[in-house]
């Protein structure tokens, strides 16, 4: 018999109300730490009926996206570096260019352009960004630079399986969290580069 939609099956009452629960406290956080920074109109925007929680490396990624009342463009993007999303995350995040770390906390996530046409993710818990990464456009949904970009969140785990090529220990990999049509991966431990000899 179908289960109603909305309603947990038979046995899965606890996991449900845990997940409810992980749901209300990152907006409860959210409105805390990031609501003076946000305001209420800001919050307001939040969309926290459509967040992702995600659990990785023995801790948790939850993000939502930040709805806006104009159509968001590229164009638009490189002209106000919009606020564009909110991410908590319970354990640092390791960014694998500059091997340095989002510590864990709760940020507003914004959408900064760069020269040629590249962006960045700022994370913000004030004013002032605390860290950055460069964010990679997601080919398959990029569209002209006046064209509407739907309002749109994921992720992505990926577990490399070739053992020639990786720098990470069996069974770890990345977490690409994308907001709009851009995503930062993230490794959940560090990596174990052995540097080759230099001659």
């Given at each position: 018999?179908?289960v109603?939609?909305?309603?947990?099956?038979?046995?899965?009452a606890?996991?449900?109300?845990?997940?409810?629960?992980?749901?209300?406290?990152?907006?409860?956080?959210?409105?805390?730490?990031?609501?003076?920074?946000?305001?209420?109109?800001?919050?307001?925007?939040?969309?926290?009926?459509?967040?992702?929680?995600?659990v990785?490396?023995?801790?948790?990624?939850?993000?939502?996206?930040?709805?806006?009342?104009?159509?968001?463009?590229?164009?638009?993007?490189?002209?106000?570096?919009?606020?564009?999303?909110?991410?908590?995350?319970?354990?640092?995040?390791?960014?694998?260019?500059?091997?340095?770390?989002?510590?864990?906390?709760?940020?507003?996530?914004?959408?900064?352009?760069?020269?040629?046409?590249?962006?960045?993710?700022?994370?913000?818990?004030?004013?002032?960004?605390?860290?950055?990464?460069?964010?990679?456009?997601?080919?398959?949904?990029?569209?002209g630079?006046?064209?509407?970009?739907t309002?749109?969140?994921?992720?992505?785990l990926?577990?490399?399986?070739?053992?020639?090529?990786?720098?990470?220990?069996p069974?770890?990999?990345?977490?690409?969290?994308?907001?709009?049509?851009?995503?930062?991966?993230?490794?959940?431990s560090?990596?174990?580069?052995?540097?080759?000899?230099?001659?």
């Open positions: 018999m179908p109603a939609k909305g309603r947990s099956g038979p046995g899965t606890a996991l449900a109300a845990a997940q409810s629960g992980t749901m209300r406290e990152f907006e409860r956080l959210t409105r805390e730490r990031l609501g003076p920074l946000l305001g209420p109109k800001g919050l307001r925007r939040v969309d926290f009926s459509t967040a992702i929680s995600t990785v490396g023995g801790g948790l990624i939850v993000h939502a996206g930040i709805r806006h009342k104009k159509p968001m463009t590229v164009e638009r993007v490189r002209k106000e570096a919009p606020a564009v999303g909110i991410l908590a995350n319970t354990i640092p995040l390791i960014d694998p260019v500059s091997r340095t770390a989002l510590p864990a906390g709760v940020w507003v996530v914004r959408l900064r352009p760069l020269r040629g046409g590249a962006m960045a993710f700022d994370f913000h818990a004030g004013k002032e960004p605390a860290f950055g990464v460069r964010a990679e456009a997601i080919a398959a949904r990029q569209s630079d006046q064209a509407a970009i309002h749109f969140i994921d992720i992505e990926d577990f490399p399986s070739d053992a020639t090529d990786r720098l990470l220990p069974g770890e990999g990345y977490a690409c969290v994308s907001f709009l049509v851009w995503k930062s991966c993230w490794f959940w560090w990596p174990e580069i052995h540097w080759p000899d230099w001659f």
